[in-house]
């Protein structure tokens, strides 16, 4: 069989598709190379915006040096206040110097890192960026009644079409980012999973007692995952058929007791204790990622991580697409037999979503372009992206082997 052309063209796209991907970037390291923007950078860290930042593909950090920061600090905004108004601060898109003076018709509103948060009222995230006469770029809060105060001043650093650096005059000054942000100790848990999506999960939370031990964690760092409404409603009849004190333990088996970033879940698999773990109940999972995925594996069922509803260090809720259920409480349904057996296909590593509450299906063929399509909604790290293009790459490379 001769395939040649079409064989070294599919290679050499893979190439430069994997290339391309391979954009791990760094701000931290990025503006360590500029001391002037030394507290900027400290604040990055210390509000954790840094790690949020170097976990998205495209952005644009706008930094203030340190003399725009103490005028900033002066304020004595809270922390977490802080991080709402820095957050503004962060495009979700490309915007290097170029295109900074192109924009079309002179003027746009950029989504910002705040809007990202859920912390902003309306559509007070966007960042209004106008070309201004002489060839100045304003930067403003959206509703800016037609005034700018910050100005781009230069480019520090850009990756075309990953990540630009560009230095503004003085800090976006915005109400709604400045506004006094509740601290750990205003959480309230329910409300916020009932707002977005875990209402039925918020209902069983409040009608028991294990409520008070999420609420006693909050303040020494904590990890919620909320089952979505419908895997919630679909398992009702289960949870009825539990004793008091059962119930009670598989709603606190959806909650840690420390802080875990998406990042920290992606990074450090393994053997997770939960709010229910006490002496010889070992109520455990394992953290598992699976390119960009994250799941968690009880041996009963596994659940991947589909959304996050906050990430307010030290408190974390995320979405998750099935009820834990506890190896100590519910058996593992047994799957029905496959048709035929067959062995285990390394190139279409499954990424399939599960859904329901019943454990996991045997091994199905999910198509490579599907597979890539199905993803956790903030999943932007480099690494899985890379994971994700590979397979692609491999199963196009598959289909060129079987013309
Ligand atoms: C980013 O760079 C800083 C400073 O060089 C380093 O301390 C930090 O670990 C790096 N972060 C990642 C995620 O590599
Ligand atoms: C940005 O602000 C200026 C001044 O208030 C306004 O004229 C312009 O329409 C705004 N741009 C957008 C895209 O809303
Ligand atoms: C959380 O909000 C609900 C109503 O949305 C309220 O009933 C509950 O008392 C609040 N909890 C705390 C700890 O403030
Ligand atoms: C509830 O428990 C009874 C008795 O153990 C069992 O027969 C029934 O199948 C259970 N129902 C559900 C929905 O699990």
């Given at each position: 069989m001769e395939q040649s052309p079409l064989l070294t063209t599919t290679l050499l796209l893979s190439l430069i598709v994997l290339i391309s991907s391979?954009?791990?970037?760094n701000i931290t390291k990025i503006l360590a190379k500029?001391?002037?923007f030394s507290t900027f950078n400290h604040y990055l860290t210390a509000t954790h915006l840094a790690g949020e930042i170097n976990r998205r593909r495209t952005i644009t950090v706008l930094a203030l040096d340190n003399s725009a920061m103490s005028a900033l600090l002066d304020k004595h905004l809270s922390i977490y206040t802080l991080k709402n108004v820095l957050s503004?601060?962060?495009?979700?898109d490309y915007f290097g110097t170029k295109k900074l003076h192109q924009i079309t018709d002179g003027s746009t509103l950029a989504s910002s890192m705040f809007q990202a948060t859920?912390?902003?009222?309306?559509?007070?995230g966007y960042v209004n960026i106008t070309n201004l006469k002489g060839g100045k770029v304003g930067f403003g809060a959206e509703d800016n009644d037609g005034h700018f105060h910050s100005f781009y001043v230069k480019?520090?650093?850009?990756?075309?079409?990953d990540v630009a650096v560009l230095q503004i005059s003085h800090g976006i000054s915005s109400a709604d980012a400045e506004a006094p942000t509740p601290g750990p100790g205003d959480f309230n848990l329910t409300s916020i999973m009932a707002k977005q999506g875990c209402k039925a999960f918020a209902d069983l939370l409040r009608a028991s007692k294990a409520l008070s031990t999420f609420d006693d964690n909050v303040g020494g760092g904590l990890t919620v995952f909320c089952p979505t409404d419908n895997v919630v409603n679909g398992f009702l009849p289960k949870y009825k058929n539990l004793t008091e004190n059962q119930k009670v333990a598989v709603l606190l088996y959806?909650?840690?007791p420390v802080y875990e970033s998406l990042q920290m879940l992606r990074s450090n698999n393994g053997v997770m204790n939960t709010l229910a773990t006490e002496g010889s109940n070992k109520y455990d999972f394992t953290v598992q990622n699976d390119g960009e995925d994250v799941k968690l594996e009880t041996k009963v069922v596994t659940a991947t991580?589909?959304?996050?509803l906050i990430d307010q260090d030290p408190y974390v809720v995320y979405k998750i697409d099935k009820v834990l259920l506890p190896r100590e409480l519910f058996?593992?349904?047994?799957?029905?037999?496959?048709e035929s057996p067959k062995p285990a296909k390394k190139k279409n590593k499954k990424k399939a979503t599960d859904s329901g509450?019943?454990?996991?299906?045997?091994?199905a063929d999910a198509p490579a372009d599907e597979a890539a399509d199905?993803?956790?909604?903030?999943?932007?790290?480099a690494a899985g992206g890379l994971i994700n293009k590979l397979f692609m790459v491999l199963s196009l490379f598959m289909g060129v082997l079987a013309l």
């Open positions: 391979a954009n791990g970037h500029h001391p002037e503004l601060h962060v495009l979700v859920g912390a902003a009222v309306g559509t007070s480019s520090v650093a850009e990756l075309p079409y959806h909650g840690i991580i589909v959304g996050t058996k593992a349904e047994i799957a029905a037999p496959a509450d019943d454990a996991d299906a045997p091994e199905v993803k956790a909604d903030d999943d932007n790290s």
